[in-house]
């Protein structure tokens, strides 16, 4: 079965920048932080808000502290002057898309212009853009209800943002024959425009559709009733255990959209229950699945990875390849990368549910294999070199006290107490880690300042790529649990650039270094692996490959073939 996920489903620019506010408010802020009204339409977002202690308040008391949040969808004026005389710091979270509406609004109510809003009149948008019309505003939500109203001298018609643009398109083709001197305002969000489009699109081309978000989401609503009106199976689910697989059983295409307000781990999830659904039922290539997730969940593909990557780098430093440097590699990666995932259940529950319930059934067992291959990996480093040991205890050192605030004993520390407050370290010093075990500590006994450097500089950009392109997919989770990362810092678009000019620097140094005689021949077929990453992530990009365990898998499948490489030259 194709599995199809809309380009355009999960958030919209104004939830984002709305749960993005709350979540740097929250990560940020000393005292109470609520929000006035649900902060989006959705049950998931609502109940982790709820989880980091941000609660909803329906009315506006009167004495209030702390910071108060409004909601993405506005409200009326005179609401937002209450809240700030209750004394609450209000952070304006609302979308600058119904701002923008709200503003035409206004600018019209005060030249003395009726407000004809194309929109549900029980919605959140809808009543705060009423707060704007003063006593001259109207609501409709059909043609008819838009036919009964009376005629006026002067009135200005809006949509709410997310309203059907069909509909609205109908109605406005009406007002212009029959009241060509009203204005009006396409003010429907082009992002709506879009989705609803592409589910039109999606629907046609799928056997059946499903789309993910909240019930009580009007723009959720309005995707599942076109998806509904193309005739092809469809359902509307809030989370997984809605999903109904005899609807999709017989479908070799199933496409999957999702609300404005829908976050990506809940689309990605329901992508992944599906996957697992139609493996689960088929007998064919059952066990290999069951292996290959085994070896992601407990990073032992990632740690034959480290392994592979050290015996490359030792081919292209020209090395002697004995198995001790890529089995410290591998027992040090292996050890840090559990330690990792037990640190970081909190977010996984987020970027990787199931994950994050492997490590919490089974934390006892991950936590003395992480011991043991620890303990193993500084071991046999010191049977090989006192200073590679040394190098490796240092490194493991820092491992384990990445979260404690090792810093705080300092004068004058506040922010910056353990190394992961220091923004973006994580990767960087992911990428760092690898580079050194898998360049540097091989090369001890026959240290050569060019070739390390150069393999130095291969590893840990491959790595660095590897890390922070999983660190975007991850962001909303990431930023949910307060976690610093460089995308988080830079933003989606500069970091996917960031990988892609590092990934084309390392295509150049290799095949430059081949051809300059620096490397063996090694270097010219090493210099591939940047470029097939490249591809992979601009297939992911554009939809052609979708997050989760296969992608995972391929990426991580890049070191295990540069040892590959390794081997053959």
């Not at 059909?142 to 001298?153: G, H, N, Y």
């Not at 970027?351 to 620890?374: D, I, V």
């Not at 081949?514 to 940047?530: E, K, Q, R, V």
């Not at 499948?557 to 540069?562: M, R």
């Amino acid at each position: 079965m194709k599995i199809i996920i809309a380009k355009t489903a999960g958030f919209c620019m104004g939830v984002r920048r709305a749960v993005d506010m709350v979540l740097d408010a929250a990560n940020r802020t000393q005292g109470p932080i609520c929000t006035y009204g649900p902060l989006i339409h959705n049950p998931q977002v609502q109940e982790m808000l709820r989880e980091k202690g941000i609660p909803s308040i329906k009315e506006i008391p009167e004495k209030g502290r702390g910071t108060i949040l409004i909601r993405a969808h506005g409200v009326p004026p005179q609401d937002k002057i209450a809240l700030e005389a209750a004394g609450f710091k209000v952070i304006d979270a609302t979308c600058p898309r119904v701002i923008r509406v709200q503003t035409i609004i206004g600018r019209h109510n005060e030249k003395g212009y009726t407000a004809i809003i194309i929109g549900d009149a029980d919605h959140p948008e809808v009543r705060g853009l009423l707060g704007y019309a003063g006593d001259r505003g109207f609501t409709a939500s059909t043609l008819e209800e838009v036919r009964a109203l009376p005629a006026f001298d002067k009135a200005v018609v809006v949509a709410q943002t997310t309203q059907d643009t069909s509909l609205y398109r109908e109605i406005t083709q009406w007002i212009s024959e029959n009241h060509p001197h009203y204005k009006l305002h396409d003010t429907i969000c082009n992002s709506t425009e879009k989705r609803q489009a592409e589910t039109r699109d999606i629907a046609r081309k799928s056997d059946a559709v499903i789309v993910v978000g909240g019930k009580h989401s009007g723009n959720t609503q309005r995707l599942a009733q076109i998806a509904k009106a193309t005739g092809k199976p469809s359902m509307h689910i809030e989370d997984i255990s809605e999903l109904d697989y005899q609807l999709i059983g017989n479908a070799d295409s199933v496409a999957i959209t999702a609300g404005a307000s829908t976050p990506n781990w809940i689309i990605n999830k329901t992508c992944r229950a599906i996957e697992e659904h139609i493996r689960a039922s088929r007998k064919k290539n059952r066990f290999f699945f069951k292996a290959r997730n085994l070896l992601l969940k407990t990073n032992i593909l990632l740690a034959m990875g480290a392994g592979c990557l050290t015996w490359a780098c030792a081919s292209l430093q020209e090395l002697d390849r004995t198995l001790i440097h890529a089995t410290v590699a591998a027992l040090y990666v292996l050890s840090m990368q559990i330690l990792n995932n037990l640190l970081t259940i909190s977010s996984d529950r987020y970027n990787h549910p199931e994950r994050a319930q492997f490590y919490e059934t089974h934390k006892k067992t991950m936590t003395t294999l992480a011991l043991a291959s620890g303990g193993a990996g500084l071991m046999l480093s010191f049977s090989n070199s006192i200073t590679a040991f040394i190098i490796l205890m240092l490194m493991s050192f820092l491992g384990l006290t990445y979260n404690l605030g090792i810093f705080s004993v300092l004068p004058g520390v506040n922010r910056f107490k353990a190394l992961k407050d220091i923004p973006g370290s994580k990767t960087i010093l992911i990428a760092a880690a690898w580079g050194t075990v898998t360049s540097i500590l091989p090369a001890m006994e026959n240290f050569k300042p060019l070739s390390v450097g150069i393999s130095f500089v291969f590893a840990t950009g491959l790595v660095f790529a590897r890390t922070a392109f999983f660190n975007v997919l991850e962001m909303q989770g990431d930023r949910i649990t307060g976690k610093e990362t460089l995308p988080l810092i830079l933003g989606e678009t500069r970091s996917l650039e960031l990988i892609i000019k590092v990934l084309i620097t390392l295509t150049m140094v290799l095949l430059f270094a081949s051809i300059l005689g620096m490397t063996g021949p090694i270097g010219f077929l090493l210099a591939t692996l940047p470029a097939l990453l490249i591809n992979l992530i601009v297939r992911c990009e554009n939809g052609y490959l979708l997050p989760g365990s296969n992608l995972e898998f391929i990426v991580d499948s890049h070191f295990i073939l540069a040892g590959i490489m390794g081997v053959l030259m």
